[in-house]
């Protein structure tokens, strides 16, 4: 059991900034990537950004040069710094983590959302 408690979210002018938090508990032994995903109506689930437990990261193109996704001081912890947002940014905000338990269990877990509103 692997639980994600995201917060951040909220309405911001187009040019704005948020930041957004995503924290996992439970039963984790490994972490093997963490990323956010977001989803607008009527349209699919895409990623935002994504970080491996390397270090490296993965950006939409749509995001790319205004987002940021770091791994936070504590472990399982991962945040997404959301600079000069546009509408277009307006969507769900979803928190993923995927790892291996203590019993040696994969895991791919998924926060509850979280609303991000870019709009004047």
């Known amino acids: 059991q692997v639980q994600l408690v995201e917060s951040g979210g909220g309405l911001v002018q187009p040019g704005g900034s948020l930041r957004l938090s995503c924290a996992a508990s439970?039963?984790?032994?490994?972490?093997?990537?963490m990323g956010w995903y977001r989803q607008a109506p009527g349209k699919q689930r895409e990623l935002a950004a994504r970080?491996?437990?390397?270090?490296?990261?993965n950006y939409a193109d749509s995001v790319k040069g205004r987002f940021t996704i770091s791994r936070g001081n504590a472990k399982n912890t991962v945040y997404l710094q959301m600079n000069s947002l546009k509408p277009e940014d307006t969507a769900v905000y979803y928190c993923?983590?995927?790892?291996?338990?203590?019993?040696?269990?994969?895991?791919?877990?998924w926060g509850q959302g979280t609303q991000v509103t870019v709009s004047s």
């Open positions: 993923n983590a995927r790892g291996g338990t203590h019993s040696l269990r994969d895991f791919d877990s």
């Open positions: 439970g039963s984790i032994f490994t972490m093997y990537a």
């Open positions: 970080i491996m437990s390397g270090g490296s990261t």
